[in-house]
């Protein structure tokens, strides 16, 4: 039983749910972190300078991780994952995000699909393709010149063009 609105109320309780557990009781922690989320994001709402200063936190933070995500999805590892985590964070505020959120989602998956259909032959070409960007960019940033350096390699084509 739970006290809302200074009225008791009572929740049906889940037969399935151990004794003691939080669902049994009818208290959830996502919803409640939610609720708590929230009633946060609104005080801050109400002050409009710290609002201000929220949302341009959010942007600062949302671009650097989008930013850091496209420059990492020809890589090995979560490039997609953290493009879509940049653009999740932006989506937290701003609506243009939001719409773009679900527009390149659908893209990237309606792609996967296509691509996971292709031949061998094609898998290959974009197998080669994902190398040379690694490969360029890796040049780009003088990764090459250093690790040159490092094992006495000195060659003047591996210095980056920057």
Do not use: C
């Amino acid at each position: 039983m739970r006290i809302m609105d200074g009225q008791a109320v009572s929740k049906p309780v889940h037969e399935d749910a151990p004794e003691g557990s939080s669902e049994r009781d009818g208290f959830h922690p996502i919803e409640d972190a939610e609720n708590r989320w929230l009633r946060w994001r609104r005080r801050i709402a109400r002050n409009t300078s710290l609002n201000l200063a929220y949302r341009i936190g959010v942007g600062v933070v949302g671009a650097v991780v989008l930013a850091v995500g496209i420059v990492t999805i020809p890589y090995p590892g979560p490039g997609w994952l953290i493009v879509f985590a940049g653009l999740g964070i932006l989506a937290s505020e701003f609506a243009w995000a939001y719409r773009l959120l679900h527009w390149a989602r659908a893209r990237y998956d309606r792609f996967m699909v296509w691509f996971s259909h292709q031949s061998t032959f094609v898998k290959g070409l974009g197998l080669l393709f994902t190398t040379a960007v690694v490969l360029a960019t890796l040049w780009i940033l003088g990764t090459f010149g250093l690790v040159g350096g490092w094992v006495g390699l000195e060659q003047p084509w591996l210095e980056s063009p920057l």
